[in-house]
C-alpha cells in the first residue's frame, strides 16, 4: 500500500506543479489586422507558425515517394498557395509530369522555407510559382512590398543555383461581386464574377483559362533551356 506520506507529498508537487503553471502569463495574442475574418484566420494558425512554419510535413511523405525524373523528363512543380493548392493539375495537363506543392493559406516566407523540400530536391525543370497574395492579405503579419519581392529574388536565386527555370504568375486579380467575396474584400472589383464564386479562388472555368497560359510560359521556358 501507498503510505500518507507519500500521497501527501506527490500531492504537494502537484499542486506546486499547477500553481506554476497558473502563475504562467498568457500567451501573446495576434494584433488585429482591422479584419475579423482575417484575425480569427491567423489566430487559428498559431499552431502551424509555432509548429511547423513551413509546413513541411504537408507533402513529406509523397516527395520521399516520389522517384526521380526519367531521363528527358521535363518535370514541373506548381509552387504557391491554395490557388495552386486546389488546382487539379492532372486533370488540367493530363499526362505531363507536372507536380502541386500548393499549400492554402502561405506567405512567401513559409514557401522559401521549403522549397529545398517541395522544389529542388524534386529535380524539376522549371517551377510555375504563383504566390503573393497571402503577403498582401498579411497572412503572416504586416509585410512591406520590398519585402515580398526580397522573397520572390531569393526563390529565383536559389532555382538558377540549381539550374532550375522559374515562371512566376502574376497575382490574380480580385473582385467582391458575390455574397461569399464580401466577406473578404473592398468595392474595388477586378474579376469577372463567373471566374471565382468567393472573389478569389477560381473555379474551373477560373482555372480553364489559366492552364493554356501556363503550358505555353512552361513550353516557351523549356524550349529555350539549355541542352
Same mark, same amino acid.
Given at each position: ?5 507519500k500521497?501527501?507529498q506527490?500531492?504537494s508537487v ?5 500553481t506554476?503553471l497558473a502563475q504562467?502569463?498568457?500567451?501573446p495574442?495576434? !494584433?488585429s489586422?482591422?479584419f !475579423?475574418g482575417?484575425?480569427?484566420y491567423?489566430?487559428?494558425r498559431?499552431?502551424?507558425f ?6 513541411? $510535413?504537408?507533402? =513529406?511523405d509523397a516527395? +520521399? $515517394?516520389?522517384?526521380?525524373?526519367? #531521363? ?11 490557388i495552386t493548392d486546389i488546382?487539379h493539375i492532372?486533370? %488540367?495537363?493530363? /499526362?505531363? !509530369? %507536372?507536380i502541386?506543392?500548393g499549400? /492554402? ?8 522555407? =521549403?522549397?529545398?523540400q517541395d522544389? @529542388?530536391?524534386?529535380?524539376?525543370k522549371a517551377?510555375?510559382?504563383?504566390? /503573393?497574395?497571402n503577403?498582401?492579405? *498579411? ?8 519585402d @515580398?519581392e526580397?522573397?520572390f529574388?531569393s526563390l529565383?536565386e536559389l532555382?538558377?543555383?540549381h539550374?532550375?527555370?522559374? @515562371?512566376?504568375?502574376?497575382i490574380?486579380p480580385?473582385h467582391? %461581386? +458575390? #455574397?461569399?467575396s464580401?466577406?473578404f474584400?473592398?468595392d474595388? /472589383?477586378?474579376? &469577372?464574377?463567373?471566374?471565382a464564386?468567393? *472573389?478569389?479562388? #477560381?473555379n474551373?472555368a477560373?482555372?480553364?483559362?489559366m492552364a !493554356?497560359l501556363?503550358?505555353? $510560359?512552361i513550353?516557351?521556358t523549356?524550349?529555350?533551356? &539549355?541542352p
Open positions: 500500500m501507498v503510505s500518507f506520506r500521497l501527501t506527490s500531492a502537484l499542486l506546486l506543479s499547477l506554476a504562467q502569463p498568457a500567451p495574442s495576434i !494584433p489586422t482591422g !475579423p482575417l484575425d480569427q491567423r489566430a487559428s498559431i499552431a502551424v509555432t509548429d511547423d512554419f513551413g509546413q513541411l $510535413a504537408r507533402y =513529406r516527395n +520521399t $515517394a516520389l522517384k526521380p525524373p526519367a #531521363p528527358g523528363e521535363n518535370r514541373v512543380v506548381f509552387f504557391g498557395d491554395s488546382w492532372d486533370e %488540367y495537363f493530363p /499526362g505531363k !509530369p %507536372y502541386n506543392r499549400i /492554402g493559406g502561405q506567405t512567401t516566407p513559409q514557401m522559401l522555407v =521549403r522549397f529545398r522544389v @529542388i530536391d524534386l529535380q524539376p517551377a510555375v510559382i504563383l504566390a /503573393g497574395t503577403d498582401i492579405a *498579411g497572412n503572416t503579419g504586416p509585410m512591406r512590398l520590398e @515580398i526580397a522573397n529574388a529565383a532555382a538558377r543555383a539550374d532550375i527555370k522559374v @515562371i512566376y504568375a502574376s490574380l480580385v467582391n %461581386y +458575390t #455574397p461569399r464580401q466577406d474584400f473592398d474595388t /472589383g477586378l474579376l &469577372k464574377k463567373e471566374l464564386e468567393d *472573389g478569389l479562388h #477560381p474551373a477560373g482555372y480553364k483559362i !493554356p501556363a503550358e505555353a $510560359a513550353e516557351k523549356l524550349a529555350n533551356q &539549355k
